[in-house]
């Protein structure tokens, strides 16, 4: 025990990596996400950084070229534009993104579309849904990605500073936890009990990160839509509305973010999609 | 008495505790650099081949939707083109070889001939809604010589082999693919032998299935190439060559070299 030597550790691994050409996209990934943000894309299958007990396939390289610059469009432009600087999005994005083909399929009937382990990584399954046609469809954008993507950065907005605990008293008793999907099976069911969409009954951090998603990638259209879906009620949009206010204050308090401000931004950016080049690197 | 022991066991450990660390190796290197070398070779055995290989590719637990031939030739050290015996398809995407249990191949961007296997059920439409045929997508390098690349698949422990592909890759891939849709064109097939016969049904994939047994098998140039030996009346084989139609069989009959047991298609 005390009579040890110490022995200076080498930075590099002892494993050597192989040689392997970049491609476009690689130096893509770099220049923008790795040196702009310190976030790194992994658009090829890393078994490690992946779920074995799914029989996954990996994103293909167009559709990953897609989704990478669609990324940077709708993911972190909206809040370089409403923060002022790209250190917002720097400092607390999780630090990994994960693209996936298609999603990971449970044998219960039910699939995953997006996971987020910590504050490190973000998932993305369905990457390969992703053509020239899905491409421009901003509700498909917002439903299989963008949706995830802000739900999952909110959970790690919040394990940085946790919001007002007065969030999780509107609902009290009311989080369903694992029996969400069975409990409510409609979004209008969902709203009538004061949640955006049945997941949101899960738990108060769910229904935090969700209201929150939904509410900035949604124009008021659509998310009034949403609050007055078949067999909504009025008291239900009433709790949402509640709750909006304290999700909102966090983000402006906490984060000095304008959450109505966020969603303009990213709703002119989707109305923007036909003009948006997402093909060349 | 059981104290004893332990008070034995703590003696001796304190008796050994003062070893010299150093020990003799068996193999001159450290496992390490022994992994990295292992690595590099598989990497350069198989982008030594400017035809590329036959893989012979098995998905499923025991490989039990039988074997297709896979058409893969590693262009650079990113990119790998595969062809298949199953599709008229020509693919490029990406490879890695990266240190693991040993050496990893994995096919690590979309490919739609690997994917087709890979993908769950609910993508392919095949088996299941989770699994689908269970197909791998990476690879355990077991042995890479100039001669063969033995692989394990790391899902389904499958054992694929890769041999290199001859100077004329155009016309064997056609040629496998010819073989493939004549081993499609019967109804059905039955297995003789001098004690009798069992009759066979096209399974899921490249298997036949008896009425209790399940026998998987790739198809070739010449025959039928079994993922393993198979017993029947008695009969081992594995490997079984097409001989043409006779009087006694209209549509020609797989055999073995022995002569002892044929396959017979029925149409």
New interface residues.
């Given amino acids: 025990m005390s009579a040890c030597k110490k022995e200076k550790l080498d930075s590099n691994s002892v494993f050597v990596d192989s040689t392997i050409e970049k491609n476009p996209l690689d130096n893509y990934i770099y220049s923008n996400f790795i040196l702009n943000y310190n976030v790194d894309i992994l658009y090829k299958y890393v078994d490690k950084e992946s779920d074995l007990n799914y029989n996954l396939i990996p994103a293909s390289y167009t559709s990953s070229i897609r989704l990478t610059k669609l990324f940077k469009y709708l993911g972190f432009e909206p809040y370089d534009d409403v923060t002022g600087s790209k250190a917002f999005i720097k400092r607390y994005f999780p630090k990994l993104i994960n693209f996936i083909g298609e999603a990971a399929y449970r044998n219960n009937g039910t699939r995953v579309l997006g996971t987020a382990e910590g504050a490190r990584k973000i998932t993305l399954y369905e990457v390969n849904r992703l053509t020239a046609t899905t491409g421009v469809n901003a509700d498909f954008l917002t439903d299989s990605y963008f949706h995830t993507i802000h739900h999952e950065f909110q959970h790690i907005l919040n394990q940085t500073t946790e919001f007002p605990t007065s969030f999780r008293t509107i609902s009290g008793t009311g989080y369903v936890d694992d029996v969400w999907n069975t409990t409510y099976t409609s979004t209008g069911a969902a709203v009538a009990a004061g949640f955006i969409s049945p997941y949101a009954s899960s738990s108060d951090k769910e229904d935090f990160a969700e209201l929150y998603s939904f509410y900035i990638t949604l124009s008021a259209t659509q998310f009034n839509a949403l609050l007055n879906s078949n067999g909504s009620t009025a008291a239900g949009r009433t709790i949402i509305n509640n709750k909006l206010v304290v999700v909102k204050n966090y983000m402006l308090s906490v984060w000095n973010i304008d959450m109505d401000v966020l969603r303009a931004n990213i709703v002119n950016r989707k109305a923007n999609l036909g003009t948006f080049d997402q093909t060349s690197l | 008495m059981k104290r004893n022991y332990y008070l034995l066991l703590v003696i001796s450990c304190l008796l050994f505790a003062a070893c010299d660390k150093k020990k003799d190796r068996v193999f001159e290197e450290s496992p390490?650099q022994r992994?990295?070398t292992a690595?590099?070779n598989a990497?350069t055995i198989l982008k030594s081949k400017p035809n590329g290989w036959i893989m012979q590719y098995y998905p499923g637990d025991d490989a039990q939707y039988g074997g297709f031939n896979f058409f893969v030739n590693f262009t650079?050290?990113?990119n790998v083109n595969v062809q298949a015996d199953y599709i008229a398809t020509n693919e490029t995407?990406?490879y890695?070889?990266?240190?693991g249990a040993g050496p990893?191949l994995?096919?690590?961007?979309?490919?739609s001939i690997?994917?087709f296997f890979?993908?769950?059920?609910?993508?392919s439409g095949a088996i299941?809604?989770?699994?689908?045929y269970?197909g791998d997508?990476?690879f355990l390098v077991m042995k890479a010589t100039a001669d063969s690349v033995i692989l394990k698949s790391?899902?389904r422990g499958n054992n694929i082999i890769m041999v290199p592909m001859p100077a004329n890759p155009a016309t064997v891939i056609s040629n496998y693919r010819d073989a493939l849709d004549h081993y499609y064109s019967f109804d059905s097939f039955r297995f003789e032998t001098a004690t009798g016969q069992v009759p066979l049904s096209y399974g899921a994939g490249n298997n036949l299935e008896s009425l209790t047994d399940n026998y998987s098998l790739r198809v070739t140039e010449t025959g039928v190439d079994f993922y393993k030996e198979y017993e029947v009346n008695g009969i081992k084989f594995k490997l079984l060559t097409f001989k043409p139609a006779t009087a006694a069989y209209p549509d020609g009959y797989y055999e073995n070299a022995a002569g002892t047991i044929k396959l017979v298609p029925i149409s």
């Fill in positions: 390490t992994l990295n690595v590099t990497q650079s050290n990113a995407s990406t890695k070889v990266y240190p990893i994995t096919f690590d961007t979309y490919n690997f994917a890979a993908a769950p059920g609910a993508i299941n809604y989770d699994v689908g269970g997508i990476e790391r899902k």
